[in-house]
């Protein structure tokens, strides 16, 4: 064994030396990651390997069709409600009660800060909401939240609407579609709309391909080769700045005031009263952030909608009576307004239960910022915690029969406890894109009811690969038949 080591040369002897003593501190990890809570009360879940963690079964969870989740899930099974984990080099603790919930999203005692991984920093742009400091992100939410008032919500129903109802009309009766890639368009299209005006041609197409690509450059591995996705995702990130810039100088240019989207609000001084006007760079990281931030999460939720309707009869038909009643009484406008989604209280409901059964973001991140105890586990500083939204929608002592489809639970208001639904977040991070993504959904659902019966063509369940939300892998396959043609 020996005369092998000396034959093999200096730099193998390290690296034996290194494997060695990192195969000694594997062992003693090991022995202090029993969940023993008596002597160390940290949280039970293995380290994994040294250096490398349990990366790779992330990755693998990543790239499989039972989704990134399944990583979580399987060690939910294996150490219960808190775990610990390392990925990517950090330690990860997932937690999954809504008591913690409370603690880890109020923030409370400012022990926790909401912080993405450089990579992620890169292709949103480090003046990012998602990525801001806490001091920054305060500012920068305030102003953006500026832009989702009433006023512009009402802007979205009436240029969504028509939109709708073009792209609906197009699908052959009888056909097949696949509802995640028409949620996708629309969505795509809603959101440039709202933010930019804009409605069609190579600048919507190119920003729609671009878009896609730093989406899946997020979860990738962050090497800088010409044929890897992350350094795709950076130079889609590239041409998309320059596509703002061009349609901001435009926007200077042509000095109209008549333009009534998000970006004619963050150029408009006269909006910003009291607060500093954003800087461009910041214009358009934020404008490509809410693009990322809202399609592709309401498009999937657009399509686990339409799959668990289609799946459940009782309440299909519960909301085509609401949406025909809907219908009859709006008959004699063109379009849908605001207020008739205030009519449609029934699918509302069908609209949260389906984003709780969905979970969409499953999990949310902190970073902690001083050792603090959850779930009587020692939490340290420095350590990730990551608050399993998922289990909460589907823990049978949070919500009765938490896999069965039922928008009725949500009939009586009390019916669940608090931080117990949590698809868009709460507290200070809470999404800022709630009403309008609501109003996505109300919207497409309400046309979808009363220009089609759909039958879903596969009921397969399993997630996209590689995807950054929870995306049906099938894209939700249905069979489209006109209504007028039924009748
Ligand atoms: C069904 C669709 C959507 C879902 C399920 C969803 C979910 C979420 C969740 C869970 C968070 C908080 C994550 C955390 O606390 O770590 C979030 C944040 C955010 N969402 Fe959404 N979202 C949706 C649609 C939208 C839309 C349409 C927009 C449009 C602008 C948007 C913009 C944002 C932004 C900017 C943030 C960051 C807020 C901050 O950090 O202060 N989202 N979203």
Known sequence: MFEVLQDVGPYCLCLYAVLGVGAMAFVMRQFQQQPNRESSNIPPGSLGLPFIGETFHFMASINSHKGFYDFVRLRTLRYGNCFKTNIFGETHVFVRSTASAK????????RFSKRYIKSIAELV??????????????LLRARLLNLFSSNSLSLL??????????????WEDGGTVIVLHEALKITLKAMCKMLLSLE?????????????????AMLAFPFRFPWTPFYKGLQARKRIMSTLEKIIS?????????????LQSLLDNSCWEGMNRLTDAEIQDNILTMIIAGQDTTASAITWM????????????AIKAEAEQLADKTSKNPFLTLDDLNEMPYASKVVKESLRMASVVPWFPRLVLEDCEI?????????NVNIDARSIHL??????????????RFDDEQCCKPYSFLAFGMGARTCLGINMAKAMMLVFLHRLLTTYKWKVMDSDSTTEKWALFSRLRSGCPVKVTRITNIE
């Open 375 to 383: 779930e009587g586990y020692k939490i340290k500083k420095g350590w």
């Open 200 to 216: 069609s041609g190579a600048e919507l197409e190119s920003l729609q391909e671009d878009v896609s690509q730093v989406c899946k």
């Open 395 to 408: 823990d049978p002592r949070v919500y009765n029969e938490p896999h069965k489809f039922n928008p009725w």
């Open 157 to 170: 129903v009436k240029h969504l609407d028509p939109l709708i109802v073009d792209a609906l009309s197009a």
């Open 250 to 262: 435009r926007r200077r240019r042509s000095l109209d005031p008549n333009f009534e989207d998000f």
């Open 103 to 110: 603690t880890i999203l109020n923030n409370e005692m400012g």
């Open 125 to 138: 742009g480090n003046r990012s909401l998602l990525c801001a400091s806490p001091h920054h992100h305060k």
């Open 306 to 317: 339409v799959k668990y309707l289609g799946e459940n009869e009782e309440a299909l038909d």
